[in-house]
């Protein structure tokens, strides 16, 4: 089974409306964090957002927040007033395991998102 | 960017050839990732380092070795390279902001072709 499944292979969006990229996650650890990150066309990987296993509040970096529903195992990224930079590949991503553990990344495939002007 | 730098950027090499990748950091952290992306597996990890000369295996590992002799430099080696390792190539540092440990920073990508 998966451990990270985005359902969305690709959006369209018009500027400026609220967009939210789905992620379901997979785990039986009861600390694991939780990631997004945006890939622009020019193939960097940026990191967006962090949500910790026992944060109580949903996390938010300026236009984006992580809707966290950890009943449901969903971590939703929510990017607020699109803007044509926003386009790009978004990738989920889950640490297993303690915070302070070396544990690396398992990524979700993926969601194209393409704001339209 | 947290200082990371990884080289080279872009290589092709032939079908049976060793190839190192190299990722270089300034910045002392202990943690640091090499992870492969390939169309439709989004990214998965290779190895993993947790100090000097302390690696560990990733998810798929199968025809890689690392090393890490100094803390600044972490080295991918495709010890007999196959066409199947062809593919864009990450590495990530742990960095800690604040108090929290997070993969904030993965360099720029090298983007191997073997032939």
């Known amino acids: 089974a998966q451990k990270i499944t985005q359902t969305q292979p690709g959006m369209f969006v018009q500027e400026k409306e609220a967009v939210t990229l789905d992620c379901t996650y997979d785990?039986?650890?009861?600390?694991?964090?939780l990631f997004w990150y945006k890939q622009p066309s020019s193939g960097e990987m940026i990191f967006l957002i962090y949500q910790g296993s026992y944060d109580e509040q949903n996390a938010t970096e300026g236009r984006y927040s992580l809707n966290f529903q950890k009943a449901r195992k969903s971590a939703n990224l929510v990017i607020s007033a699109s803007q044509l930079g926003d386009s790009a590949m978004y990738f989920c991503a889950m640490r297993e395991g303690q915070e302070g553990g070396a544990d690396g990344l398992t990524f979700g495939k993926g969601t194209h998102l393409i704001i339209q002007p | 960017d947290a200082g990371i730098t990884q080289s080279p950027r872009h290589k092709v090499t032939e079908t049976g050839t060793p190839v190192t990748l190299r990722c270089h950091q300034t910045e002392n952290h202990r943690y640091m990732y090499w992870y492969r992306q390939d169309p439709g597996h989004g990214l998965r990890l290779i190895h993993y380092?947790?100090?000097?000369?302390?690696?560990d295996k990733g998810e798929v590992s199968d025809g890689y070795s690392v090393s890490r002799s100094k803390t600044e430099d972490f080295l991918l080696t495709l010890e007999s390279a196959t066409s199947s390792q062809t593919s864009v190539y990450f590495c990530a540092i742990r960095i800690r902001q604040g108090a929290r440990n997070t993969e904030a920073f993965f360099g720029q990508g090298t983007r191997l072709t073997v032939v």
């Open positions: 380092s947790y100090g000097v000369k302390d690696t």
């Open positions: 785990t039986s650890d009861q600390s694991y964090g």
